[in-house]
C-alpha cells in the first residue's frame, strides 16, 4: 500500500457530478485514495462539516502583460498566482499576447521569461493572435498548438488586436484543422467608435460613458457574428466575458440550432450593474472594464444562463490597473476622457468566493454547477482533464476546504493583489475558501501563504474536450 503524505478526513467532497463524504488520500501530489477510515498519513486534515471541492481554475486573467502608452499591469506571476490562491483557485489561465507585427513564438518566449521562477501554483497559456500572417496561420500556430497551447483569443474589437472577419476565419480553420479552442471577444468595433466619436463630441467623457459607448448591441452583433463565422467553418467557439441579456440571447439561438457555441462569463457580470460606473468624481473608472457591467435584467439573464448550461466557464478576467496611480486609471489624470481610461478589473482571488456565496449560498446554482463553472469545464475545454479540474484517484491533488459559513466582508486589505482597490469592497459574502492545496502541498492555510515563488509548474494543454461534446 501506498504511504500517504496527507489525509484530509471527514470531507464533504463536491464534484461536477456528485456530493458524498469521504477522506482523501494524497500521495506524490496526486489523489490516490477516496473513501472512509484511510490513513494514517504525515499530515491530517480535519474537514468535518466543510465541503472540499476541486481546485478552481481561472482561464482567463491577464498577468504582467505589456500594455501601450506606459500603462502597466498590476500583477505580475507572483502576486497574481499568490491572489489566486487565496480565492482558492489552484490553476491559472493567463494569455500570452501576441504584438501586431511579432512572432507568436517570440510573444510565448516573452511570458515565459515574465513568469520565470514567479508561480506559485500552475499555470499554462493561451495565445493572443493579433497578427494572423501567413507565416503565422501555416507555420507558427500549428506548431504551437501541438506543443501544449491549444487556445487562442482573438478580438473584434480594440484597435491594435482586433482581427478583420476575413483575419477570424482564417483562425477558426486552423482552430478546425488543428483541433484547438477559440475565444472571441466580441464587441462590433465600428459601432463603439462611431458613439465614442458622438460622445466625446458631446462632452460626455466621464468613467459612466464607457459604458454608453459599448452597449449591449454592440455585444450582440459581435456575438451573432462570431456565432455565423464558428458555424460557417465549422469549428467551435467559446465567446469569452458575456455580460448581457442580448449575449445570452444569441447563444441560447446558437444551440437552439445545435451549434456547438461555448461560454464563459465572469463575476462583475453577476454582481456589478453600469450604475457603478456612476460614482462620484473618477471612482467610476475602478469599474471600467469591455464589455462593461449591465443592467439588473442581463444579470438575471446571465444568473439564469449559469444555471442552465447556457455557460460552461465563470472566471475572472482579472486585467488590474492601480487606481491611484500614474501607470494606472489614473494614466491621464482624474478628468480624462473614459477612452483614456484603461480597461479592466482585479478579481482573480474574488471570483470563487462570490460565485459562491452569491450563487450556493443565495441558491441560485448548486454545488456541483460551481464545480463545474470553476473548475472541471474549464479543465475540459482547455484540455486539462483530468489532470487537473476534479477529485477522483490519480488527478492532481489540488483541492480546497472550504467554511461555507464563513462570513467575510470583501476589502482592498484583506486581498493580496498588487492592486490598489477591490470592485467589491464592503461586499459581504458567505462562504470562504479555509485551505487550498496544491499538488498536494498546503499553499494558502487560514489566510496564510505557505507557497514559495517557482513552485507552480507549466502546464501544456491538450485537445479540448469540452463537456457534452
Ligand atoms: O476590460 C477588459 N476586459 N480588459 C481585459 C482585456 C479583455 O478584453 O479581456
Ligand atoms: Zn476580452
Ligand atoms: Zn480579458
Redesign the pocket.
Known sequence: MVELDTVIRNAVVVTASDVFESDLGIAGGVITALGRGLGPARREVDAAGRYVTPGGIDT?C?FDQPMRDAVTLADDFLTGTVSAAHGGTTTVVPFACQLPGQSLRAAVDDYHRRAGAKPVIDYAFHLIVADPTEAVLRDELPALIREGYTSF?I?M??ESLKLSDRQIISVLAVARHEGAMVMV?AENSDCIAWLTEELERQGRIAPYFHAVSRPPAVEREGTHRAITMSEIVGTPILL??VSSADAVEQIRWAHGRGLKILAETCPQYLVLTADHLDAPGFEGAKY????PPRDEASQRAVWQGLASGVFQVVSS?H?AFRFDDPAGKKRHGEHASFTRV????PGVETRMPLLFSEGVTKGRIDLQTFVALTATNAAKIYGLYPRKGTIAIGSDADVVVWDAEREVVITSDLLHSACDYTPYEGMRVRGWPTTVFSRGDPVVDEGKLLATPGRGQFLRCGRPHPPGA
Not at 288 to 291: E, K, N
Open positions: 482567463h491577464h483569443k478580438y474589437t480594440y471577444h469569452v466575458h471600467i472594464c469591455s464589455p478576467d486585467a484603461p480597461n479592466g478589473i
